[in-house]
């Protein structure tokens, strides 16, 4: 089925456009003081053979530590590479934040859902309510078999029912699930779902490392943060972070791990 018709705006951010310090979806301004500011990084790949992903890793942790004030990280799949020997060992990578992280489960993390608990100490679908108004949903997109899935649409809409009246809900999934990214699968009912919650601000995305700008559906952001690790994508590593103010204004924004430079700004 073509999905072009959902297809509603685009800004993608490609080496050419690095020189921009912003492309903005909507002008935004960065707060001065948040009631939330989460970081979501992608596709680390920590194992990769002939890559550098210590020094991915690394880099990406200082960058994250020279942020201020960040509430938690959410590592969005593909945390290792195939093989399920590396995933204690990049947990105990993400141990050195001086903040909360949380993990999705991507088709690179070839480890079953009771492993993937045991190590991670989360399901591989997971959810919690953050200052008591803000709902967190990670949702899983994979399996032991490295296979692309549809989310978990039961797991879903219980939760988003649950999350209904919370003044803001984020959800995770790695995979999109959406034909319009290149290595999206077709999974429209996903789409609808989430879509038909009014408190859903975004949805972040990773497995697409030449994708870290928006794409919108019945006028819900979709969001990617490119990629800190692996051996292909855009030749800038990145993150994105989230921010909503006292007003209950949320804006987005990538940023390169080397510097932190600001590539792209959304209001969501």
Same mark, same amino acid.
Request: net charge negative.
């Given at each position: 089925? /073509?999905?072009?018709?959902? @297809?509603?705006?685009?800004?993608?951010?490609?080496? *050419?456009?690095?020189?921009? !310090? @912003?492309? *903005?979806?909507?002008?935004?301004?960065?707060?001065?003081?948040?009631?939330?500011?989460?970081?979501?990084?992608?596709?680390?790949?920590?194992?990769? !053979?002939?890559?550098?992903?210590?020094?991915?890793?690394?880099?990406?942790?200082?960058?994250?530590?020279?942020?201020?004030?960040?509430?938690?990280?959410?590592?969005?799949?593909?945390?290792?590479?195939?093989? !399920?020997?590396?995933?204690?060992?990049?947990?105990?990578?993400?141990?050195?934040?001086?903040?909360?992280?949380?993990?999705?489960?991507?088709?690179?993390?070839?480890?079953?859902?009771?492993?993937?608990?045991?190590?991670?100490?989360?399901?591989? /679908?997971?959810?919690?309510?953050?200052?008591?108004?803000?709902?967190?949903?990670?949702?899983?997109?994979?399996?032991?078999?490295?296979?692309?899935?549809?989310?978990?649409?039961?797991?879903?809409?219980?939760?988003?029912?649950?999350?209904?009246?919370?003044?803001?809900?984020?959800?995770?999934?790695?995979?999109?699930?959406?034909?319009?990214?290149?290595?999206?699968?077709?999974?429209?009912?996903?789409?609808?779902?989430?879509?038909?919650?009014? /408190?859903?601000?975004?949805?972040?995305?990773?497995?697409?490392?030449?994708?870290?700008?928006?794409?919108?559906?019945?006028?819900?952001?979709?969001?990617?943060?490119?990629?800190?690790?692996? *051996?292909?994508?855009?030749?800038?590593?990145?993150?994105?972070?989230?921010?909503?103010?006292?007003?209950?204004?949320?804006?987005?924004?990538?940023?390169?791990?080397?510097?932190?430079?600001?590539?792209?700004?959304? /209001?969501?």
């Amino acid at each position: 089925m /073509n999905r072009r018709p959902f @297809l509603q705006k685009i800004s993608l951010i490609g080496t *050419s456009m690095v020189a921009m !310090p @912003l492309l *903005s979806f909507g002008k935004i301004e960065l707060p001065k003081a948040t009631r939330l500011k989460f970081i979501t990084a992608s596709d680390g790949h920590w194992g990769q !053979p002939n890559t550098d992903f210590e020094a991915s890793h690394r880099n990406l942790i200082e960058a994250i530590h020279r942020e201020k004030d960040v509430d938690f990280v959410v590592f969005n799949g593909d945390l290792i590479h195939d093989e !399920p020997k590396y995933l204690p060992q990049v947990m105990n990578v993400y141990e050195q934040l001086q903040m909360p992280w949380y993990a999705t489960r991507g088709n690179h993390d070839r480890v079953s859902e009771a492993v993937f608990q045991e190590v991670m100490r989360q399901p591989t /679908n997971y959810s919690f309510i953050h200052k008591n108004d803000i709902g967190i949903v990670l949702l899983d997109s994979s399996n032991a078999a490295g296979d692309y899935l549809c989310a978990n649409l039961d797991y879903a809409r219980v939760v988003l029912d649950q999350y209904s009246k919370l003044s803001h809900v984020f959800v995770f999934i790695h995979i999109s699930q959406s034909e319009w990214a290149r290595n999206g699968i077709d999974c429209q009912a996903f789409m609808d779902l989430v879509t038909s919650y009014p /408190n859903v601000r975004a949805t972040f995305h990773g497995h697409d490392h030449d994708l870290d700008g928006l794409m919108v559906y019945r006028k819900k952001p979709f969001l990617w943060a490119g990629h800190f690790g692996g *051996s292909w994508g855009n030749p800038f590593p990145s993150y994105r972070v989230c921010e909503v103010v006292e007003d209950g204004k949320a804006i987005t924004y990538l940023k390169t791990v080397k510097d932190g430079m600001v590539l792209n700004g959304h /209001n969501l």
